[in-house]
């Protein structure tokens, strides 16, 4: 079974246009984040929820919104999507107090033309 | 501002060679330090990870060594594996602050 997995795996769309990454995992984690991994590798925390309450909020432009239903889910919403949002989205999540042990999801490689 | 910085981006190393990737630090703040390999198309994954009261951590082939007085650590990989080829980050975390940090990574390469 995989502990952190999101859905798409790949995902190509034209600008201006709305799109949601969805993540859930199974290990019983009460907090969760998402990363955007840029083309040179470098690793970028957006967001972090611990049991459905936003704690960490980095700049990221509004068009992104996190949404969790859920302690096991956290999507990723972005609208009007713009070239610079072109990236690897990662999801990860890790036990409260933990934050140092995260669990990552596979990736889902956004590609704006 | 990068807080944690590494080097060097990219490495090559002969099978059997050592692999060593540094990273400085600035925040005296910080007290936990792991290290994530990550292969690819795949997540970041905790490799090994040390605290800034001992100086040194060995598991396996990998082994973590500490300077707290220089701000700096390293990763270095005895007997390095084509296996072993991927992105390496070295990251830092204030528990108080509770962000996890990343450096900008290290893309190793060995080679057969």
């Known amino acids: 079974d995989t502990a952190v997995s999101q859905t798409p795996k790949y995902l190509v769309t034209q600008m201006g246009n709305d799109k949601s990454i969805k993540c859930e995992q199974n290990l019983g984690h009460d907090t969760m984040y998402w990363y955007k991994q840029d083309s040179k590798k470098f690793l970028k925390i957006m967001f972090s929820y611990n049991n459905k309450e936003l704690i960490i909020n980095e700049t990221v432009p509004n068009r992104f919104s996190p949404k969790s239903p859920d302690k096991a889910h956290l999507n990723l919403h972005i609208n009007s999507l713009e070239l610079g949002d072109s990236a690897v989205y990662f999801c990860a999540s890790s036990h409260q107090g933990l934050n140092e042990k995260l669990f990552f999801g596979s990736g889902t490689q956004l590609s704006v033309l | ?112």
Not at chain 2, 3 to 23: A, D, E, R, W, Y
């Open chain 2, 1 to 112: 501002q990068q807080q944690v910085k590494q080097s060097p981006q990219s490495l090559i190393v002969q099978k059997g060679g050592i692999s060593i990737i540094n990273c400085a630090y600035e925040n005296t703040a910080f007290d936990y330090f792991p290290w994530y390999q990550q292969f690819p198309g795949k997540g970041p994954a905790l490799l090994i990870a040390i605290r800034p009261d001992v100086s040194e951590k060995k598991e396996g082939r990998f082994t973590i060594s500490f300077n707290k007085s220089a701000k700096q650590f390293s990763l270095h990989i005895m007997d390095s594996q084509p296996g072993d080829s991927a992105t390496y980050f070295c990251a830092a975390i204030e528990h108080a602050g509770n962000m996890l940090t990343f450096g900008g990574g290290t893309r190793l390469m060995v080679k057969p």
